[in-house]
């Protein structure tokens, strides 16, 4: 059972203005989830105390919402709380990812459901940004946007059409064609490609390959750049990397450069081998992540930066448990 929540509020307590604001509400909702009918097995209004003309619920069944169960309920008088208000959860059997709907006044009892929330996570190799990332997007239930999945399915495309990856202009010529979707289905990224589902397939050596070589490419680095805009605007999501906050989505709210002291880095990455069983010397390991930092920061393609107004979480003494905290502190202080 999944639960949509939603709320709205009208100016006066009137059945004309009730049963527009109820209607609007259940239109959205609906809109907003691609709802069918069979999917609700109930509805649940509460109302606050100075709502007397009109029952919500019975507003609900008279503009066609009668297909279920329909429940109402007061609530308990709280002090301050938001006037003429109409709170709505809707009893759904979907595995979709919802969207919760918050209309007029009730917009500022639940802005992180009911706002599009972006946060960009940049940072150097290393700092843990990743694994940052993967679990906020987890605790908050929105999608983690996996751009390197999108580099790989454009490589799978170029190797599918005879293209090499490391050819320039091809690539740019099918770029056009390329018919490249992200969902969000049960906590994970799914990316479709021409219609199917590619997320496994992209995870092949061939297509690593592929995607590296592509990837390259300054037309195909501004071709994902834009999709990875036009997936923001359109959900609330979670992105890593080293020019999120500064060029893909400039206009994030949240943003945070995550960092750490280059031989903490570089210790992390030396227990990371030596418990795969590999032999590695920690001073060389350490020379060549500070050598990587210098690259990242200065190259000309998509350079590694931390935005004007990214706040930076320096991890070198910090858990991962630590940061994430830290991270969601900050954001819910903003919401």
Known sequence: MTIIRGATTIKNDCKEEISVAVKELLDEVFSANGLRKEEVKGFLFSLTTDIHSYHPAKAARECGYDFAPLFA???????????????????????????????????????????????????????????????IAKDYNILYLDTGAMYRACGLKALRQGISPKDGKAVEAMLPSLNLKVEYRDGKQRTILDGEDVSSTIRENAVSMAASDISAHACVREKMVEMQREIARGMSCVLDGRDIGSVVLPDAKYKFFITADSRVRAQRRFEELSARGEKVDFEKLHAEIVARDKQDSEREFAPLICAKDAVVVDTSSLSVEEVVAKIKRRIQAEI
């Open 73 to 135: 309920a007061i609530e308990p008088e709280i002090q301050g709380g938001l006037p003429l208000c109409i709170r709505l959860m809707l009893f759904t059997e979907t595995d979709k990812a919802v969207r919760h709907v918050y209309q007029k006044g009730a917009k500022v009892l639940r802005k992180d459901i009911s706002e599009i929330l972006n946060i960009a996570l940049d940072g150097p190799a290393g700092s843990g940004k990743s694994t940052i990332a993967k679990i």
